[in-house]
């Protein structure tokens, strides 16, 4: 098995002299949720239509399972599923019969056919409306086929453009924990791309920051994490003692902003956090809560943006 389910060297694209990629190199291990992230027109479908030889890169070639994708032959497609854009289903079938289309035309055999297409439906809470025809169906319940369409014929590698267009809080923890589900206990390689960041947040296991063309940032979880701006909340008991804190750090220069509400404060540098702490205890001020917390990944991505606008 190679190391990489998904591997670019170098790919760049250009569009009558607009170039949308820019020597991107995407390094995806196995069994990885790749949280793909941009700004809308950063160069994300480009980027996913080019992994499935939907078009030809400029410059540059792509690997899938260590097989480059503009050589492999039709029956390797079997290892890849995709959703990209809104899926295109049968208006005038319901969404039982069009499933059943779908899956006949994966050649999957009718002895698992109709118990996959059930499971599925079951999973993301399409069921009940198996019966109805697509024509009156929701955007969210569009989406929950287009996933189903991506998954029926159970792939290695999955390619989702924003899948969760449309999704309700219900659906979104469903897809998110069919996602999960596939990623960790199948070894499902998913390449996700998605404006909901604190979707995301709960369920990527490497990120890639695409930027006007270029691959920004690619890192594991546990790199975000090291990388990301760390905070401390403080929770203080009163509005005196809170003030009290403020002036105590304001006069030792140290950062600070309050927060939501008058007893909390906001420490953003935290380097010799200790000093800090006895900083006030020393002063009689004895917070009641103490906590650590990290930017969240909108925040982070805005930051990763704002640093590369300054260069
Ligand atoms: N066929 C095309 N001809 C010319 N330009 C194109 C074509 N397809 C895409 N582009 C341009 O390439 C850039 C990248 O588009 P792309 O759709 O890949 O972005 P995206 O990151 O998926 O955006 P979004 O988040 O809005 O879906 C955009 O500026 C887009 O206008």
Redesign the pocket.
Known sequence: MPMYSILTHSISKN??G?Q?LKNVNLAVKPGEIYGFI?L???????MMRMLLNMIEPSEGHALILGQEVRQVSPLFWNNVGYLIETPHSYPNLTVAENLDLYARLRLIPSSVRAQRIKDLMDQLALTPYKNRLVKELSLGNNQKIGLIKALIHRPKILLLD?PTNGLDPEGLTHVRQLLIHLAKDEGVTILISS?ILNEMEKMFTAIGI?HHGQLLRQESRAEYLKNAHHRLLITFSSVEEATKAKNIYAQKHIDWSASETVYQLRLTALEDLAAKQQLLISNGILPTEWHEEVENMEEYFLSVLRKAGKK
């Open positions: 569009y009558k607009f949308a941009g809308n027109g950063a160069g994300k479908t480009t924003e404006h695409l």
